[in-house]
């Protein structure tokens, strides 16, 4: 049975967004920095799926953990 988890989108045109991603297609984990719309540089996490598609989230890199880890 997949197990679904619930995060925060931070892709540019879905920020703030609910994001709800089945954790059994991830694939890796890993946090990135890279401008935002208005230039400034922002630090987001991206969870990357076995289906080579990557979801990039609001959430720091342990957040993430804890809430894949969480029952």
Request: glycine share 4%; hydrophobic share 40%.
């Amino acid at each position: 049975m997949a197990k679904f988890k619930q995060f925060t989108n931070a892709a540019n045109q879905y920020i703030g967004d609910p994001l709800t991603i089945n954790i059994d297609i991830i694939s890796s984990i890993y946090e990135s920095i890279e401008a935002n719309p208005n230039g400034n540089l922002v630090s987001h996490t991206i969870i990357y799926g076995v289906n080579n598609v990557d979801w990039h989230v609001k959430e720091s890199y342990q957040e993430v953990l804890d809430i894949i880890n969480s029952d």
